[in-house]
């Protein structure tokens, strides 16, 4: 649906209440979509955009990346043997942080991943957005 559509749906459900998005509404909250950014912009209320659902998708995506490529069943494994492959010093110079997509990491090196996302996710839920919904 386009963002245009959107505004003139939103405008009629807030209609049958007897609201006007010009004159009652002062902020909205979106997701991140295109769609939902294009309408933020169509409207005069000002648009907070919700990062929790990105942060839920991108913490996903790294967690089950392993599964997916596992279901995926036309993957075709490359052979780097010393033979085949030969990498010199320069090669690897801007890599070095850099974590391949087939490195198993351990507990311990998820460990700070999992602490930084933690405290992400509590300087939201400590939010003064939330303060106020109370």
Do not use: W
């Amino acid at each position: 649906m386009a963002a245009e559509k959107y505004v003139e749906v939103l405008k009629s459900k807030l209609a049958k209440h007897g609201l006007s998005l010009k004159e009652d509404i002062v902020s909205i909250t979106t997701d991140g979509a295109t769609v939902m950014k294009k309408v933020g912009k169509l409207i005069a209320a000002n648009q907070q955009l919700c990062y929790a659902y990105g942060i839920q998708l991108r913490v996903i995506d790294v967690l089950y990346q392993k599964n997916k490529e596992q279901e995926n069943p036309n993957t075709v494994d490359i052979e780097t043997s010393d033979s085949n492959f030969e990498e010199s010093e320069s090669d690897n110079e801007d890599n070095d942080n850099v974590m391949l997509k087939n490195e198993i990491l351990t507990h311990q090196e998820l460990l700070p991943i999992i602490y930084k996302v933690r405290k992400i996710v509590k300087i939201f839920k400590r939010s003064l957005t939330k303060m106020y919904t109370n």
